[in-house]
């Protein structure tokens, strides 16, 4: 992750409205996606819509949109700060906000997590949740250890390039064969020439996964 700028002091975010922001919204979804930009490793600072992070994730919520039918919910996780913090873990907090926002929203229906880089680590720690069947996971942060444990039984994707300097691409592959012997469907999708930006090859990047996403939908639908 990028090394967090110097706060003086540390500012706090107001708690926002909701965690949930909605970019589509069908008469009766039968599936959600959620997704979860990334962030830093460490900053208290208000999370804005502007914010780089987050602006890079809207042509991958066009991309899924396109690929994925139209009875399909679509939205995002607001954070409340930008950083991931440590033990506080701030970015799963809202995640998990975000997805009791949901099913008060929509139901009870199955629920595909797409992350990016801190988003990415968000996102496969909150697929602890029943609802959550499966996780596309871009340029993740994988620190050592994380559990996968609670992935037995889920699709787990994961998609990194080969020239990322910010989060590790042989973590994530090491990540996903841990999370493979723990009983998930994991896979793990190398983009040559890959940045952690997803800028370079963005058509790639984007492509695999509204592809990622459509084939997991269409797996938990086939099993439903």
Not at 33 to 39: D, K
Not at 145 to 153: I, K, N, S, Y
Request: charged share 25%; with cysteine; glycine share 8%.
């Amino acid at each position: 992750m990028p090394a967090s700028e110097d706060e003086a002091p540390p500012q706090v975010a107001a708690e926002p409205a909701g965690a949930l922001l909605t970019r589509r919204v069908p008469r009766a979804a039968r599936a959600a996606v959620l997704f979860l930009h990334g962030g830093r490793s460490d900053s208290r600072d208000p999370s804005r819509p502007w914010h780089p992070a987050a602006v890079r994730m809207r042509p991958v919520v066009r991309a899924v949109a396109a690929a994925v039918p139209d009875d399909v919910f679509l939205g995002a996780v607001r954070y409340r700060v930008r950083g991931w913090n440590q033990e506080a873990a701030d970015p799963l907090r809202d995640a998990r906000r975000a997805l009791a926002e949901l099913t008060r929203l929509v139901g009870d229906v199955p629920v595909v997590l797409v992350g990016h880089s801190m988003g990415g680590r968000a996102a496969l720690r909150a697929a602890s949740a029943p609802r959550v069947r499966s996780v596309v996971a871009l340029a993740p942060w994988c620190p050592a250890g994380e559990p996968v444990a609670h992935l037995r039984d889920k699709g787990i994707v994961v998609v990194h390039g080969d020239r990322d300097r910010v989060t590790d691409p042989r973590a994530s592959a090491t990540y996903v064969r841990r999370a493979s012997r723990a009983g998930a469907r994991a896979r793990f999708l190398p983009v040559a020439g890959g940045d952690h930006a997803m800028l370079r090859h963005s058509g790639t990047w984007h492509r695999t996964t509204g592809s990622a996403v459509a084939d997991l939908l269409a797996a938990e639908r086939g099993s439903g």
